[in-house]
């Protein structure tokens, strides 16, 4: 009889320590929760629920004003406007400070190889998908220069290795040509890939249009050297999307490496689709959105709190 005692003591015990260990478990559950909950209440705090922008008028300071009035988390919040320097001054003060920030993004663009940021997520699809730079050339140039049509085929690059092109020309206050005839002569492997089993040809004269983009004038000095490089001889006009997009309808210039598909361009795509050929993408990856240092709790615009 004592014996069933004990045992019967013991199974409540047991009961016991288990609801008490559950309890605890609950309870560590619920802390983290909501430090995790206090911690980005407080960068929103930090940050006095504003968002650090560009200029008034920019398409995507339209964006981030729609995402404000999307977003429950984010209501009651303003949009400090002024340019892309002091953004991307205020980024560099505040990492440096390890405070809270929130920026607008778009890639490719040398901030992402100079700082530790990330992109937030946007549940809502304010920003659009993912967007990429496509290669366009005018009808005909399969048949007329092969040579050239092969090599606008295999142009591509990686967005992480124009990100760091772009800084290279920022910090070191470079021409693209200059920065393109480096990355050449740094990246001979692939350049052997793209020139592979290609005919040299004798002075053909080729015109290749891209806009003024820094990232579009770059990946065109690369190509524009390369084809020289083929024999080609090369003139690149930077001009505005929309005469881009006419020039290479019309035949007046062969190609291009410039249009971002499918937000950015996708209207004069439309407008001019059929006139030209399509051959594929350069870049992937592209984005636009809004972005905050790597050390925040913040994932997602969601995770914010509202002002009001």
């Known amino acids: 009889m004592l014996s069933f005692q004990w045992k019967k003591l013991g199974v409540i015990a047991g009961l016991s320590l288990s609801l ?106 304010v920003f659009g998908e993912e967007i990429y730079a496509a290669t366009l050339v ?10 050239a049509y092969t090599l606008m085929e295999r142009f591509n690059w990686d967005i992480s290795e124009v990100d760091s092109a772009l800084l290279k020309a920022e910090e070191e206050q470079l021409e693209m040509d200059v920065i393109a005839a480096q990355w050449i002569d740094e990246n001979e492997d692939t350049v052997s890939e793209w020139t592979e089993g290609i005919e040299t040809v004798d002075g053909t004269s080729m015109e290749l249009a891209a806009t ?3 990232d579009a004038l770059f990946t065109a000095n690369v190509a524009k050297i390369v084809l020289e490089q083929q024999g080609f001889d090369v003139t690149l006009t930077p001009v505005d999307p929309a005469i881009l997009f006419e020039s ?59 002002a009001e």
């Open 20 to 125: 008490v260990a559950a309890g605890c478990g609950q309870a560590d559950a619920n802390d983290t929760s909501n430090n995790a909950k206090e911690s980005t209440t407080n960068e929103s705090e930090e940050m006095d629920y504003t968002i650090t922008g560009l200029e008034p008028g920019a398409g995507q300071t339209e964006l981030n004003d729609q995402a404000i009035d999307e977003y429950e988390s984010l209501a009651g919040w303003e949009q400090e406007t002024s340019s892309t320097g002091a953004m991307l001054s205020a980024l560099d003060k505040a990492i440096e400070n390890e405070e809270p920030i929130m920026i607008t993004a778009w890639s490719p663009h040398y901030m992402f190889a100079k700082w530790d940021i990330k992109y937030l997520e946007d549940p809502k699809g």
């Open 138 to 147: 005018r009808d005909g140039l399969r048949d007329d220069m092969p040579t």
């Open 248 to 306: 290479i309808a019309s035949g007046d210039a062969d190609a291009t490496l410039s249009p971002w598909l499918p937000t950015t361009h996708g209207a004069l795509y439309e407008e001019y689709e059929g006139e030209f050929e399509d051959i594929g993408k350069n870049i992937e990856g592209g984005k636009l959105g809004l972005a905050v240092p790597s050390y925040m709790e913040a994932d997602s615009l969601e995770d914010f709190e509202p």
């Open 212 to 214: 003024t983009w820094d």
